[in-house]
C-alpha cells in the first residue's frame, strides 16, 4: 500500500486510525526483533497523538524518523551511547511540516550519521531485510530497513555524502536528495553542516514526491535555507525528450550485478529515445578526497559541543581532575566517532591547515564548476548509485577505507549541493541494485518526473 491509497481509505472510513496504529505497532515490535531497525519504537508518544481529524494528506499516515533528527519529549540519541538519556526540547522543522503524521519509531542509524553500514551505532546493527546476513547501508540504514519492510511508508533521513540514496539503494528502496538548502536543517543534529540535507525515503518515487511537498520550503530558523517559493512536487509529468549524460567511470572495484543493472537502464534510456552523451568529468573524481578532509574539518568543530557539560553523558561520580571527567565522558563516543574527531582536527591544525582543508575548498568549488558547465548540455546525469551489492556484516569493519569506497557514486552530488535520487534498477534474487539520477539545483519537479517515468518502464 502507498500513502495515496491509505489517505483514500482513511478519508472513506473504510479504515480507522486506530486500526493503523494497532497493526503498524505489532508489527514493528514483531519485525525490530530481527531486523534492529528502531532505536526506539514511540508507541504511546503516538497512542497520545492519533488524529481524529484528517487535516493533510499525512495525518495518520506511519513514518519513521531517523534518530538524529529532534522531536520534542522524545529520546534522540543520534545512534551513539554519548546521547542515550537526552530528551530534545524542540522539534526538527521538516518533523513539525509533516504535521499529525504517525511516528511509528526513531531509525537506527551510524553514531552521529559517521557511515555507511549501520554497524557503527551504539545500538548493534540494522540487518537488511533482503537478506538478515547483509548490511543496510547507512547512515540511514535503520528508515531504509524500516521501509523496506512495510513498517511505515514514509522515512527521514538525512544525508550527508549518501547517507539516504545508498541504504535505499542497499534495501530496494527509493531514496531522494534534495538541493541543499531546500528543506530545512533545522533541528538536525549537525555532522558536516555545509553537506547537511534532510532526505526521504519511500517503497516508490509519487510517495516521495507526496513527502517532499509537505517538508519542502523556507525556514527562518535555517541561515542556510533558501526561499524559492512554495512548489508543487506531486504533479509528475512524463519526459518525452531530454539529454542524458551516462558519466564515465572505472569499472574496477564495481560488482558485475552494479554494471548489469546500470547497463539495463541505460539500454532502456536509449529505446525511450533520450538523448545519450557519455560525459567524463576531470574533476569528479577527487570528490570523496575533498568530502573526507572537510567533513570531518566540520564534524571536529561540531562534536566540541560534547564535553559532558553542556552536551553528552555527565558521570555521576565526581573527580578531582578535570581529565579524568573528560575521559569518563568521551569514552562513550564510538570508535569511528573518534576517528574522525582526529582527522578533522589534524586538517584543522596549524602548519596542516592550507596543505589540507584549504586546498580541499580550492578543489570543491572547481568541482562546483564542472557540474555548472556540465548541466550546460544535459538535464540529467546518471550513474549507479553504489559500486556493490549490499556487503555482509563484518565484511568491512576492519578497513575504513573499503567502506568510505562505498559513498564513492553519492558524494558528489553533496559536495555540489544538486539534487539526487536512487532507485531500484535491477534484482538480482533478493536483493538490488540502484540507479543514481542528478538534476540542476531545485528542479527537483523534472528529476522526480523522470525518475518515476523510468521507475513505471523498469518495474511495470
Not at 136 to 141: E, I, L, M, N, Q
Request: hydrophobic share 35%; glycine share 8%.
Amino acid at each position: 500500500m502507498n500513502i495515496s491509497d491509505l489517505r483514500k481509505k482513511l478519508d472513506s472510513k473504510e479504515i480507522s486510525a486506530q486500526e493503523i496504529f494497532d497493526e503498524y505497532f505489532k508489527k514493528a515490535e514483531e519485525e525490530n526483533k530481527k531486523i534492529n531497525c528502531f532505536i526506539n519504537i514511540n508507541k504511546e508518544y503516538s497512542k497520545k497523538r492519533l488524529s481524529k481529524e484528517n487535516n493533510s494528506i499525512l495525518s495518520n499516515i506511519p513514518g519513521v524518523i531517523k534518530d538524529n533528527i529532534s522531536i520534542k519529549d522524545t529520546i534522540t540519541t543520534a545512534g551513539s551511547r554519548m546521547l542515550e538519556k537526552y530528551k530534545s526540547p524542540y522539534t526538527a522543522s521538516v518533523v513539525l511540516n509533516l504535521k499529525d503524521f504517525m511516528l511509528i519509531g526513531k531509525g537506527n542509524m551510524d553514531s552521529f550519521a559517521f557511515g555507511s553500514s549501520t554497524e557503527n551505532s551504539g545500538f548493534g546493527v540494522t540487518k537488511n531485510p533482503l537478506d538478515l546476513t547483509r548490511v543496510a547501508g547507512g547512515s540511514s540504514g535503520g528508515v531504509s530497513a524500516a521501509i523496506a519492510s512495510k513498517l511505515a511508508l514514509f522515512g527521514i533521513g538525512t544525508d550527508t555524502g549518501g547517507s539516504v540514496r545508498q541504504p535505499a539503494s542497499f534495501c530496494g528502496v527509493v531514496g531522494l536528495k534534495p538541493t541543499y538548502g531546500l528543506c530545512s536543517r533545522f533541528g538536525l543534529i549537525a555532522m558536516g553542516s555545509s553537506f547537511d540535507v534532510p532526505g526521504i525515503i519511500t517503497q516508490n518515487v509519487k510517495d516521495a514526491a507526496i513527502v517532499l511537498n509537505e517538508i519542502a520550503g523556507y525556514d527562518v530558523n535555517d541561515s542556510t535555507s533558501v526561499n524559492i517559493g512554495k512548489k508543487d512536487y506531486t504533479g509528475l509529468k512524463k519526459i518525452n525528450k531530454c539529454k542524458v549524460g551516462i558519466l564515465k567511470f572505472p569499472e574496477e572495484g564495481l560488482d558485475k550485478e552494479v554494471l548489469e543493472g546500470f547497463s539495463s537502464s541505460v539500454n532502456l534510456l536509449k529505446s525511450m529515445g533520450m538523448d545519450i552523451v557519455e560525459i567524463d568529468m576531470k574533476y569528479i573524481k577527487y570528490s570523496l578526497s575533498v568530502y573526507y578532509v572537510i567533513v570531518p574539518s566540520e564534524i571536529s568543530a561540531n562534536m566540541s559541543r560534547y564535553d559532558g557539560i553542556r552536551f553528552g553523558y555527565h558521570p555521576e561520580e565526581s573527580f578531582s581532575v578535570l581529565d579524568d571527567f573528560y575521559k569518563e565522558s568521551r569514552d562513550k563516543f564510538e570508535d569511528e566517532v573518534k576517528r574522525r574527531i582526529m582527522i578533522g582536527t589534524f586538517t584543522l591544525s596549524q602548519g596542516y591547515y592550507d596543505a589540507y582543508y584549504n586546498k580541499a575548498m580550492k578543489v570543491r568549488n572547481l568541482i562546483k564548476q564542472e557540474f555548472i558547465d556540465t548541466f550546460k548540455d544535459i538535464d540529467f546525469l546518471v550513474s549507479p548509485t553504489t559500486p556493490t551489492l549490499p556487503f555482509h556484516i563484518g565484511e568491512k569493519t576492519k578497513s575504513p577505507l573499503s567502506m568510505y569506497l562505498s559513498d564513492i557514486f553519492t558524494v558528489p552530488a553533496n559536495v555540489v549541493g544538486y539534487p539526487a535520487i536512487s532507485i531500484p534498477d535491477k534484482k538480482f534474487g533478493d536483493l538490488f541494485s540502484g540507479l543514481q539520477i542528478i538534476a540542476k539545483p531545485f528542479e527537483e519537479e523534472r528529476l522526480l518526473s523522470f525518475a518515476n517515468m523510468m521507475e513505471e518502464k523498469l518495474w511495470k
